[in-house]
């Protein structure tokens, strides 16, 4: 990790040019770039050679990609997913009629898996129930053949391991719903800005 100053000026010529005028002043502050590492222990110490970002993360995105997150991780973030099940069902219903997307992660066991081998999924709200919750997934499932993408199903509110509420505004998540406070504040401009583009 190399804070975004360092970067743009140690860069190999192509990324700083390229990415120098872009990047405004506040996203300078307090941002990182993840880079490759320094081949030996004497450039890690005096940086011999010029920063270039993470290979892996700079290269295409496949159209289904996986993640891997270790079951601690997973563990984790669906904890916080159900704590706060309550507060997206109560957003679902305060922003109704501005017809957000909501999505959810549900995790299920793989085929032939243990308790703990998951394949989270990403599924489209219709309704979030007080158990349940009436969704679609919209990911091709890569181990788990009893879903397929298109499937709309009630799934236990159990399998929960991520929310997200996508607003113009930003997204509201179980980590962030500071987003919904400026919701509220601005409703009306929220419904001139949906009727224009509608």
């Known amino acids: 990790m190399v804070g975004m100053d360092t970067f743009l000026r140690s860069a190999e010529d192509q990324w700083r040019k390229g ?4 990047v405004e002043e506040s996203h300078r502050r307090k941002r990182s770039v993840v880079c490759e590492p320094e081949p030996s222990l004497l450039g890690r110490l005096f940086r011999t050679s010029k920063l ?3 290979r892996l993360l700079t290269g295409s995105v496949p159209d289904n ?3 891997g997150f270790s079951t601690a991780a997973s563990d984790l973030m669906a904890e916080r997913a159900r704590g706060t099940y309550p507060l997206l069902r109560s957003l679902h219903r305060e922003f109704a009629e501005f017809e957000f997307p909501c999505i959810v992660k549900l995790g299920f066991r793989i085929d032939g898996g243990s308790e703990t081998d998951k394949e989270h999924m990403w599924f489209e709200v219709h309704e979030p129930r007080d158990g349940s919750i009436d969704c679609t997934c919209v990911n091709t499932p890569y181990r788990v053949s009893s879903l397929h993408e298109g499937q709309r199903g009630e799934h236990p509110v159990d399998l929960l391991s991520d929310w997200v509420i996508m607003t113009p505004a930003g997204n509201i998540t179980p980590r962030s719903s500071n987003i919904a406070r400026i919701i509220r504040s601005r409703a009306d401009e929220m419904r001139q ?3 224009k583009n509608s």
């Open 193 to 195: 800005l949906l009727k």
């Open 19 to 22: 990415l120098g005028p872009m």
């Open 65 to 67: 990609p996986m993640f």
């Open 52 to 54: 270039q970002p993470a």
